[in-house]
């Protein structure tokens, strides 16, 4: 099936980092959803975008819509261990296409 | 708010047999989604309900697998006939819809299937 494209596909940063990491697609979404998911676990949500060129925050988490409607981005200020994990972008239509379309994830690995 | 539960949460079954799981919703919410996901992957959409009815199924979803949810609340998902490519974690999530509601879907832990 389709996956948006998720970059980069992998991360390797020290505790207290900035990380940033994006997807992309060819089709429109009318919203973006981030989650993060740990080995063995369902995604968890993180932050959720419903407008093109929205910008929303949860704690040291910030997200923006982009304003094509076609991007999306993900920063986390000062990493923690925590943090470390699979996060995934996911696009939803809206036009009586109900599914999540998933990005191909972005593994996050905090070296001591 | 007791959150979205799966059951069960692994499953190891031989080529063949037939296994079904359950989801719970989050109390409320009136849409029900499967999904699966592959080692290296994001999860793929199977299957979404709207209360008891199913909306839209992916080709994915092979004759092999059926998904109900009877009342509109709980929903199980079986296959039957296992082959070893069904090995998979299979995702239950949930939202509500409805006017000025904005779409947010919220996943269960996962039931993790390995068949022999």
């Known amino acids: 099936g389709q996956q948006l494209n998720q970059s980069p596909q992998s991360m390797f940063i020290q505790e207290g980092e900035d990380v940033s990491m994006n997807c992309t697609s060819s089709s429109i979404f009318n919203t973006w959803l981030w989650y993060k998911q740990d080995p063995g676990e369902g995604p968890v949500l993180l932050i959720a975008?419903?407008?093109?060129?929205e910008l929303t925050s949860n704690g040291r988490l910030t997200a923006q819509f982009g304003i094509t409607r076609k991007d999306s981005f993900l920063n986390i200020s000062a990493s923690i261990p925590s943090d470390v994990g699979i996060y995934f972008c996911a696009g939803l239509s809206n036009f009586g296409n109900e599914k999540l379309t998933f990005g191909t994830g972005t593994r996050l690995t905090i070296i001591p | 708010d007791t959150g979205v539960s799966q059951d069960p949460r692994h499953k190891i079954t031989k080529r063949g047999q037939n296994v079904t799981f359950r989801c719970d919703p989050i109390s409320e919410h009136n849409r029900l989604y499967w999904y699966r996901q592959t080692l290296g992957q994001g999860p793929e959409f199977l299957t979404y309900f709207q209360n008891e009815a199913q909306l839209e199924k992916s080709r994915l979803l092979s004759d092999r697998f059926s998904a109900e949810r009877p009342k509109g609340s709980f929903s199980t998902l079986e296959i039957q006939r296992t082959e070893q490519g069904d090995s998979a974690m299979y995702l239950c999530?949930?939202?509500?819809?409805?006017?000025?509601?904005?779409?947010?879907?919220?996943f269960g832990p996962g039931t993790r299937l390995l068949v022999l």
């Open positions: 975008l419903y407008k093109a060129g």
């Open positions: 999530a949930s939202s509500t819809m409805g006017t000025g509601v904005q779409e947010t879907q919220y």
